[in-house]
């Protein structure tokens, strides 16, 4: 009977073990296995941004006043090359300038020649005038010296000896009276002959008292006299050099202030030449850089508007801009509490909406440093700009949505497990053991990424661990 009994429920037993068994590798084997091993990753935080352009650069008019009437100009929104033409103005009054200038120029060049003449003749002028007057003066210095030391002093050597010879002759006529009387009383001879050696005696003192007055004369009134009217001519002359150099170098400034006038005159017209063929070549206005044309508004007789043909622009009044292109950002807000993981030079990967399947690599290049909050949270935002450094398409539009992920640490080879395997219950973080049965393990964890977390305690290296 109990032979029979055990035969009878070993089916049974037999049901309720396999029954177990499979109960127990469903637990266990039915979730993934992974293994936990080394790993590196990147530290992401991702956000929404949009598109922009880096600068606008402004298309201004560089020819000065209003005269710059737009004539022609592309569509707005046209895609242009770098110096590719984009606008007109009109030309004609600048040609007009250009022809006027010319003339003017001719004209400076004629009235410099004629003021360069007018400056050398005068010049000759003063050096002849200056040359005759030292000639003068030279003559006059000689004069006065001959007056001096020569004719003059020669002239009163020889009044002297005029004065000494009549001095003697009276005293040969005095002897010869002498003699005379002597005979007249011996009666040799008549007295009639001795009253004319008395009279020849008289004559004799006559003539030296007239040759002692001219000497008297000439030392006294005429040599003087002679020496000083050749002083003062001299004098004058001198006076007259000084005053003609004076006068002379008062020309030669005026003249060649002239010639001063009259260049300054041609480099003006020169200069205006200058600007007026600046202002023909302005005429073509060329794109300053590639990318999409855009009009801008200008005052319009009290009003703004956008730019149009007709409008006359002022000197560097901007009418167009053209959106760089070539080096966009980004610009997106983080979170407050975000910010500390960011900081400027972190790599960036971008993906547009427009392109899902292209990612463009940046960096961030700039954090705002004061707060913002948007209307419907009290979360306080940070405004992050970034660079896009591999944007070399060229359909990139200002205005397009991105997903940003910006890479603030990177953890390499580090233990790791996927965040499938991590379970948490009320403060614990725990992962189930690949074992049968599956057993709990407490872990602590480290820097958490997108698919991998690095664990810090509780897990070796080749471990199995349950994926939830």
Same mark, same amino acid.
């Given at each position: 009977?109990?032979?029979?009994?055990?035969?009878?429920?070993?089916?049974?037993?037999?049901?309720?073990?396999?029954?177990?068994?499979?109960?127990?590798?469903?637990?266990?084997?039915?979730?993934?296995?992974?293994?936990?091993?080394?790993?590196?990753?990147?530290?992401?935080?991702?956000?929404?941004?949009?598109?922009?352009?880096?600068?606008?650069?402004?298309?201004?008019?560089?020819?000065?006043?209003?005269?710059?009437?737009?004539?022609?100009?592309?569509?707005?929104?046209?895609?242009?090359?770098?110096?590719?033409?984009?606008?007109?103005?009109?030309?004609?009054?600048?040609?007009?300038?250009?022809?006027?200038?010319?003339?003017?120029?001719?004209?400076?060049? $004629?009235? #410099?020649?004629? @003021?360069?003449?007018? /400056? +050398?003749?005068?010049?000759?002028?003063?050096?002849?005038?200056? !040359? =005759? %007057?030292?000639?003068?003066?030279?003559?006059?210095?000689?004069?006065?010296?001959?007056?001096?030391?020569?004719?003059?002093?020669?002239?009163?050597?020889?009044?002297?000896?005029?004065?000494?010879?009549?001095?003697?002759?009276?005293?040969?006529?005095?002897?010869?009276?002498?003699?005379?009387?002597?005979?007249?009383?011996?009666?040799?001879?008549?007295?009639?002959?001795?009253?004319?050696?008395?009279?020849?005696?008289?004559?004799?003192?006559?003539?030296?008292?007239?040759?002692?007055?001219?000497?008297?004369?000439?030392?006294?009134?005429?040599?003087?006299?002679?020496?000083?009217?050749?002083?003062?001519?001299?004098?004058?002359?001198?006076?007259?050099?000084?005053?003609?150099?004076?006068?002379?170098?008062?020309?030669?400034?005026?003249?060649? $202030?002239? #010639?001063?006038? @009259?260049?300054?005159? /041609? +480099?003006?017209?020169?200069?205006?030449?200058?600007?007026?063929? !600046? =202002? %023909?070549?302005?005429?073509?206005?060329?794109?300053?850089?590639?990318?999409?044309?855009?009009?801008?508004?200008?005052?319009?007789?009290?009003?703004?508007?956008?730019?149009?043909?007709?409008?006359?622009?002022?000197?560097?009044?901007?009418?167009?801009?053209?959106?760089?292109?070539?080096?966009?950002?980004?610009?997106?807000?983080?979170?407050?509490?975000?910010?500390?993981?960011?900081?400027?030079?972190?790599?960036?990967?971008?993906?547009?909406?427009?392109?899902?399947?292209?990612?463009?690599?940046?960096?961030?290049?700039?954090?705002?440093?004061?707060?913002?909050?948007?209307?419907?949270?009290?979360?306080?935002?940070?405004?992050?700009?970034?660079?896009?450094?591999?944007?070399?398409?060229?359909?990139?539009?200002?205005?397009?949505?991105?997903?940003?992920?910006?890479?603030?640490?990177?953890?390499?080879?580090?233990?790791?497990?996927?965040?499938?395997?991590?379970?948490? !219950?009320?403060?614990?973080?725990?992962?189930?053991?690949?074992?049968?049965?599956?057993?709990?393990?407490?872990?602590?964890?480290?820097?958490?990424?997108?698919?991998?977390?690095?664990?810090?305690?509780?897990?070796?290296?080749?471990?199995?661990?349950?994926?939830?």
């Amino acid at each position: 009977m109990m032979k029979s009994a055990l035969w009878l429920f070993l089916p049974i037993i037999i049901l309720i073990v396999l029954v177990n068994y499979i109960y127990t590798q469903d637990t266990v084997y039915n979730a993934p296995i992974v293994n936990v091993k080394p790993a590196s990753f990147d530290l992401l935080l991702s956000e929404r941004g949009t598109l922009e352009a880096s600068r606008f650069v402004q298309v201004v008019s560089p020819i000065l006043s209003n005269r710059a009437k737009i004539v022609e100009m592309l569509p707005e929104g046209s895609k242009v090359k770098q110096d590719q033409i984009i606008a007109r103005f009109d030309i004609k009054s600048f040609m007009d300038d250009a022809t006027k200038w010319k003339y003017s120029i001719k004209e400076a060049n $004629a009235a #410099l020649v004629q @003021a360069e003449k007018e /400056l +050398q003749i005068q010049q000759s002028r003063i050096d002849e005038s200056r !040359q =005759n %007057i030292l000639s003068s003066i030279e003559i006059a210095q000689i004069n006065l010296n001959d007056i001096q030391w020569g004719n003059g002093e020669i002239k009163l050597q020889e009044l002297q000896q005029t004065l000494q010879q009549e001095q003697r002759n009276i005293l040969m006529v005095e002897a010869e009276l002498d003699d005379y009387k002597s005979l007249y009383k011996r009666g040799y001879i008549s007295k009639r002959e001795c009253d004319t050696i008395e009279d020849k005696l008289k004559k004799a003192y006559e003539q030296l008292s007239a040759a002692q007055a001219r000497l008297n004369n000439y030392t006294t009134y005429d040599w003087p006299k002679q020496i000083k009217e050749q002083q003062i001519r001299l004098k004058e002359l001198q006076d007259k050099l000084e005053a003609a150099q004076v006068q002379g170098q008062f020309e030669v400034e005026n003249k060649r $202030a002239q #010639l001063i006038k @009259a260049n300054a005159y /041609l +480099q003006h017209c020169e200069e205006e030449l200058r600007v007026a063929k !600046q =202002n %023909i070549v302005a005429c073509d206005v060329r794109a300053p850089i590639g990318g999409t044309i855009l009009y801008h508004e200008i005052p319009k007789n009290g009003r703004k508007g956008k730019v149009e043909i007709g409008d006359s622009i002022w000197f560097n009044q901007s009418f167009m801009q053209i959106p760089d292109t070539e080096n966009m950002i980004v610009r997106t807000m983080i979170k407050e509490i975000d910010l500390r993981h960011i900081k400027i030079g972190h790599d960036v990967n971008i993906v547009l909406d427009a392109y899902p399947d292209i990612t463009f690599h940046g960096k961030v290049k700039f954090i705002d440093s004061i707060a913002k909050e948007r209307a419907d949270e009290s979360i306080k935002y940070f405004e992050v700009l970034l660079t896009i450094e591999n944007n070399s398409d060229k359909t990139l539009r200002s205005g397009m949505s991105a997903t940003v992920q910006i890479i603030y640490k990177q953890v390499v080879n580090k233990l790791c497990i996927p965040i499938e395997a991590i379970r948490q !219950q009320q403060s614990q973080t725990y992962v189930l053991m690949a074992t049968e049965p599956p057993q709990k393990r407490n872990i602590v964890l480290g820097d958490i990424g997108e698919h991998e977390a690095v664990v810090l305690d509780g897990l070796q290296d080749g471990e199995r661990v349950l994926l939830r």
